[in-house]
């Protein structure tokens, strides 16, 4: 009886102690073979668990991920485009957040694939029926697919968070394009009001002309078409208006409506690299990561574990991947290993196209420049010419057609005039967006 019990004593020790000295065995093995040196710790700890009302890339490690943070917005704190970037950013849904932080949740799982698998293991057999124990598989040559894992999570995290930068420069642009659009508008209405208003005033004096017989009824029918042009002019001007304003208050809370008036935006010293650039070399490095999985997918690996049941221990080896069944492996791993270089040349296409729209975009607003300081010019040497065909036309030496005709020209070109600063402003903000410094890294 001693001696059984001795011995039921130890078989439940063992029972108890080999799943554990199995398990530590399998972790210093995986720590030796595959553990998470190299993998995402070399860009950087990914954390989940960010607190309510941070930054959604707050708390990375990750280069990319603090360049972006880094990243200043280039409006003027306070001024109207401040406000309404602030406006479209409460409004905001953050849809693009929450998929990085969904990203982010994989990678912190994939950070942990180093770690043995376990799992539930049943076996059934002639002579000892069916028996239920515990599976523990490591991993012990995978030529890297474990580290190609874990960076291709990482570097997933770098695309979703570029993405997101993206997505949220792209969102203020549009609300600041749309109250751009008003305030030009808005400025070539009140224009256009003016004008009309004057117009009126001829109408009435010819019509009076052609009451008293002094003018013909084919002149205040020139004038009476004038008039109407600008009226037209001016309602489609108050249209435009109603439809920026409508498209601004369906993306950013009502304040934003309210905000008058634009910003010039300090862009000579703005050196950051193109959002576009930066997410082509995100997906460039991703893509690299994939390949390396799908090149250890086709090479033969090895695993060994370990099937703990209720009074054994079998240790296991298993043999794995495609290599040895596929006769143009040689051939896809060798197509594999280019994925790097064709993704290099891809960033470099990306940044080729980024620059080159970049000096399109500086070029068009030197031009818009030029014709302001021009048509500035003309502008006042038109004014010049109405104010002395008034006088001409007081004394009898103008007609009251040529001085109609000389005031809506005026009129057009200061609306046209007016309107270019507008066009400089949404040049500047596409620079300032494609450039990610619509928005303040911490925001995003």
């Known amino acids: 009886m001693p001696a059984r019990q001795s011995d039921a004593a130890r078989h439940g020790a063992g029972g108890a102690f080999r799943p554990a000295t199995a398990l530590a065995a399998l972790l210093v093995l995986a720590a030796c073979m595959g553990g998470p040196g190299g993998g995402v710790a070399s860009k950087g700890t990914l954390r989940a668990d960010q607190p309510a009302g941070t930054s959604a890339l707050a708390g990375q490690g990750n280069p990319a991920i603090a360049a972006l943070q880094a990243r200043r917005s280039v409006l003027p704190p306070g001024g109207p485009f401040a406000r309404v ?78 993405s997101l930068a993206l997505d949220i420069n792209q969102r203020v642009y549009e609300g600041l394009v749309a109250h751009v659009q008003a305030e ?33 009824r084919s002149e205040e029918q020139i004038i009476t078409l004038k008039q109407s042009e600008m009226q037209a002019t001016l309602a489609a001007d108050r249209q435009a208006e109603a439809a920026a304003t409508a498209d601004l208050a369906a993306m950013a809370d009502p304040s934003a409506t309210a905000v008058r008036g634009i910003d010039a935006l ?30 250890a997918d086709l090479l033969p690996g090895l695993s060994g574990g370990v099937n703990v049941g209720s009074d054994s221990i079998d240790p296991t080896i298993k043999l794995g991947g495609a290599g040895l069944l596929g006769l143009g492996t040689g051939d896809e791993v060798a197509a594999l290993a ?10 470099a296409d990306a940044d080729e196209t980024a620059r080159r729209r970049l000096v399109s975009l500086e070029g068009q607003i030197a031009i818009l420049r030029s014709r302001e300081a021009q048509g500035a010019a003309v502008l006042a040497s038109t004014e010049a010419n109405l104010s002395l065909f008034t006088e001409q036309y007081k004394v009898g030496r103008r007609t009251l057609l040529e001085l109609v005709g000389q005031y809506d020209s005026f009129a057009r070109l200061e609306r046209e005039q007016a309107a270019i600063r507008y066009e400089v402003a949404l040049t500047e903000l596409e620079i300032a967006r494609d450039r990610g410094l619509l928005v303040d890294g911490a925001r995003m």
């Open 85 to 162: 970037a602030e406006a479209v950013l409460r409004a905001d849904s953050g849809a693009a957040a929450a998929e990085l932080r969904m990203a982010r949740l994989r990678a912190t799982a994939k950070d942990k694939n180093w770690l043995p698998r376990i799992g539930p293991s049943v076996t059934l057999s002639a002579l000892n029926g069916l028996a239920a124990g515990l599976l523990l598989e490591q991993a012990i040559l995978d030529h890297g697919r474990r580290r190609a894992e874990r960076t291709y999570a990482a570097t997933d995290v770098e695309v979703t968070a570029v």
């Open 266 to 295: 300090p862009l000579s010293g703005a050196t950051a690299e193109p959002l576009s650039v930066a997410k082509a070399r995100s997906e460039g490095a991703r893509a690299v990561a994939e390949a390396q999985v799908a090149r």
């Open 338 to 347: 280019e994925t790097g270089e064709v993704m290099a040349r891809r960033t």
């Open 184 to 216: 030009r508008a808005r400025a070539q209405a009140a224009i256009s009001a003016r004008a009309a208003a004057r117009l009126a005033e001829f109408a009435s004096i010819m019509a009076q002309r052609v009451e008293g017989g002094l003018s013909d």
